[in-house]
Nanobody, 120 residues
Framework: QVQLVESGGGSVQTGGSLRLSCAAS????????IGWHRQAPGKQRELVAQ???????NYADSVKGRFTVSRDNAKNTVYLQMNSLKLEDTAVYYC??????????????WGQGTLVTVSS
């Protein structure tokens, strides 16, 4: 069983910064990708940023230049540094992990979510 433990959410004013962390534990042979999605009230969950096994990063257009995703391989931990936060960044942020327990199948796991609230 894989567990994802998120931390770092909270409330911040526009223009402020927050850093989210997500630590993965359990039976993980290989991480294919790890990153963050978010879901705002009344909206669908969307990809925010992810980092692949090879170190490539993907970002939503809305966060490019403001958010940075990074990873500590030794700790199986992913971080999301969020700067210049905007009101529209308010959402529940979910850690997402694509991983292998063996060589044949890729599994998907989600964290419990952490709330980020940006106010003016």
């Amino acid at each position: 069983q894989v567990q994802l433990v998120e931390s770092g959410g909270g409330s911040v004013q526009t223009g402020g910064s927050l850093r989210l962390s997500c630590a993965a534990s359990g039976t993980i042979l290989m991480i294919e990708s790890i990153g963050w999605h978010r879901q705002a009230p009344g909206k669908q969950r969307e990809l925010v940023a992810q980092i692949t096994n090879g170190g490539s990063t993907n970002y939503a257009d809305s966060v490019k230049g403001r958010f940075t995703v990074s990873r500590d391989n030794a700790k199986n931990t992913v971080y999301l540094q969020m700067n210049s936060l905007k009101l529209e960044d308010t959402a529940v942020y979910y850690c997402n992990l694509e991983y292998r327990k063996d060589l044949w199948e890729v599994f998907n796991a989600w964290g419990q979510g952490t709330l980020v609230t940006v106010s003016s």
